[in-house]
C-alpha cells in the first residue's frame, strides 16, 4: 500500500486532521505520525512509512520547523527522491531544511482561499501517475483487446517489474477465461469476488446483503467500505510460478444489467463508486489496466473517466480505422476535457514479413481525415505481428493461470521472436505513460 506521508509538528494537531480528511475524501491514502507518539519503534514504521509513500505532504508551522523529527524526516524523503510538497499553515519564518530545501516549492497555504483543494489537486496528481489507469479499447470487436490485455501486460510485468492489475470490464469477461476455466470464474463471481464489487454493495463487502447479480432492476447505490484487496483479485502468477505481482479482478455477465438501466441517479452513484475503488486500488498497485467491450455503454464511460491513456489496438484495415474513429468520437464528446485520458494506437495482427500498404498509409498520415484526427500522430510505433501462439486456446481445468501468459512458455517455434515483440510494445506504452508529468 502507498500512501501520501504527512510532516508535521507537534502542534500542528488541528491542520492535519485539515489535511487528512480532505485527502481521504479525495479517495487517497495517507499516513502521519500521530502526534505525541515519538519513541524508538515509531521511529522504525515512520521511516518505512517514508519508503512506500508515492509523495511528502510537509505541514510549513513554527511547530514543525522547530521539531527535529519534522526535519529528519524531509531528509529522508529527500535522500529517498519523494516529490514534497510543502503546506504553510501558518506564517512562521522559514529556517533550516525548510527554508534550504522547501522554500522554491512553498506555493499552497491553508489561508489562501481554495489552499487547500489546491494542494489536494497537486497531492492526487502524483497519486495517478504513480499508478496510471490504462483502457484497452475499441468499439470494434475481435481486433485484439483481450489478447493485448493479457500477453503485453503480462510481458510488462515480467521484463519491466512493478505490482500490475487486470480488471475485466467486459461482460464477455473472455479475460477472465484466458487465466481460468469457466466453472472456476462462474464460482468467483457466484460470491461476488468479482468486477461487480466495484460498482455495487455486495457479499463481498457485507455477507447477509443480497448479491447484486441477483437483480437486474436494482441498483444498489449505497456506498460501501473497501473491502481488503486479497478478498477482491485473483493472484495470477502464483506462490510456485514466476513471482511477482500479476493480478487479476475477474468479470462477470450480470454487468451487462448497467447497461439497461434507466435511473441515471442510480447510475451515478455507482460510477462513483467505481471511480473511487479504482482510486482505492492505485494504492497498491503500479499499473491498473482494464479489458472492455466494443460497444459503447455505461461501462465505456465508467473505463474511460477512470484511465489516463487507451491503448486502440487495431488491424491494419478500415473496419478497425472506423472502430477508431468511433472511440475518438466518444472520447471528445462523451468525456469532460479534465478527466479525458490519452489515446494511442497499436496495430495488432500484422504481417511479420513486410508491413501492408494500409500499415504505411496510415503511418504517413494517408488516413487521418478519414479517422477525423491525427491518427498517424497516436499510432505507436511497434505493432503486434500475427502470430499461432497469440491465438487463444482455453486453460485446462486447474492449470495455474501463469501459464497462459506467452513471456513465461518455453522456447522454440517463435516463441522468442513474438515475446520480444511484446516486450517491446510493453516498453514502449511504459514510456510514453511515463513521460507524461502529472498535471
Ligand atoms: N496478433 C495476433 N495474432 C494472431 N491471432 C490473434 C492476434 N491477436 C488476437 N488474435 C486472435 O484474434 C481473436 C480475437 O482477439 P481478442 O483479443 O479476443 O479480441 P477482442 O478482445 O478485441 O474481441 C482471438 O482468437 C485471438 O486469439
Ligand atoms: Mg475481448
Redesign the pocket.
Request: proline share 11%.
Given at each position: 500500500m502507498s500512501h501520501a506521508f504527512i510532516v508535521h509538528g507537534p502542534k500542528d494537531v488541528d491542520s492535519l486532521l485539515q489535511v487528512h480528511e480532505a485527502l481521504r475524501r479525495a479517495g487517497i491514502p495517507d499516513w502521519y505520525e500521530p502526534p505525541g507518539a515519538d519513541s524508538p519503534e515509531s521511529r522504525h514504521s515512520v521511516a518505512e512509512a517514508i519508503d512506500k509513500a508515492f509523495a511528502m505532504v510537509v505541514l510549513v508551522s513554527a511547530s514543525s520547523i522547530r521539531s527535529r523529527e519534522a526535519q529528519a524526516q524531509i531528509e529522508r524523503g529527500i535522500a529517498r527522491g519523494l516529490t514534497i510538497v510543502p503546506f504553510r499553515v501558518d506564517n512562521a519564518r522559514l529556517s533550516g531544511v525548510f527554508k534550504k530545501e522547501l522554500a522554491g516549492s512553498l506555493r499552497h497555504a491553508i489561508m489562501d482561499e481554495g489552499g487547500l483543494e489546491k494542494l489536494v489537486a497537486e497531492v492526487r496528481a502524483r497519486y495517478r501517475h504513480k499508478c496510471p489507469v490504462i483502457a484497452v479499447m475499441?468499439l470494434?470487436?475481435?481486433?485484439?483487446?483481450?489478447?493485448?490485455?493479457s500477453q503485453i501486460f503480462g510481458a510488462w510485468q515480467a521484463a519491466l517489474g512493478g505490482r500490475i492489475l487486470l480488471v475485466d470490464l467486459?461482460p464477455q469477461y473472455?479475460l477472465t477465461q484466458t487465466f481460468f476455466d469457466m466453472e472456476a470464474a462462474d464460482q468467483s463471481a457466484a460470491r461476488d469476488r468479482s468486477v461487480i464489487s466495484l460498482f455495487e454493495k455486495s457479499r463481498l463487502h457485507a455477507p447477509d446483503v443480497p448479491s447484486p447479480a441477483e437483480s437486474w432492476s436494482r441498483l444498489s447505490t449505497e456506498p460501501f467500505p473497501t473491502p481488503a484487496i486479497a478478498d477482491l483479485v485473483h493472484p495470477l502468477l502464483g506462490e510456485n510460478g514466476p513471482g511477482g505481482v500479476l493480478d487479476l479482478i475477474s468479470g462477470q455477465f450480470e454487468i451487462s444489467k448497467y447497461a439497461f438501466a434507466t435511473d441515471k441517479a442510480a447510475l451515478d452513484a455507482i460510477r462513483l463508486n467505481f471511480l473511487h475503488m479504482v482510486d482505492h486500488l492505485r494504492g497498491s498497485y503500479d499499473l491498473i489496466v482494464f479489458?472492455t467491450n466494443?460497444n459503447a455503454t455505461f461501462l465505456t464511460k465508467c473505463a474511460l473517466e477512470a484511465s489516463d491513456r487507451v491503448i486502440a489496438?487495431m488491424h491494419p484495415d478500415m473496419y478497425s480505422l472506423r472502430g477508431v474513429k468511433l472511440l475518438n468520437q466518444v472520447l471528445n464528446e462523451q468525456i469532460a476535457e479534465d478527466v479525458r485520458p490519452k489515446l494511442s494506437i497499436l496495430f495488432?495482427?500484422v504481417s511479420r514479413n513486410e508491413q501492408s500498404a494500409f500499415e504505411a498509409d496510415a503511418r504517413n498520415g494517408a488516413h487521418d481525415q478519414r479517422a477525423g484526427f491525427k491518427l498517424s500522430e497516436a499510432l505507436l510505433q511497434h505493432p503486434?505481428?500475427?502470430?499461432?501462439?497469440?491465438?487463444?486456446r482455453s486453460p485446462e481445468p486447474d492449470q495455474e493461470p501463469w501459464k497462459s501468459l506467452i513471456v513465461h512458455k518455453g522456447r522454440g517455434g517463435g516463441l522468442k521472436s513474438i515475446r520480444e515483440s511484446l516486450k517491446a510494445s510493453a516498453a514502449e506504452i511504459r514510456d510514453k505513460t511515463s513521460a507524461e508529468e502529472p498535471s
Open positions: 475499441n470494434k470487436g475481435g481486433v485484439g483487446k483481450t489478447t493485448i490485455t467486459d473472455n479489458d466494443p489496438p495488432n495482427r503486434v505481428p500475427k502470430s499461432g501462439h497469440l491465438q487463444v
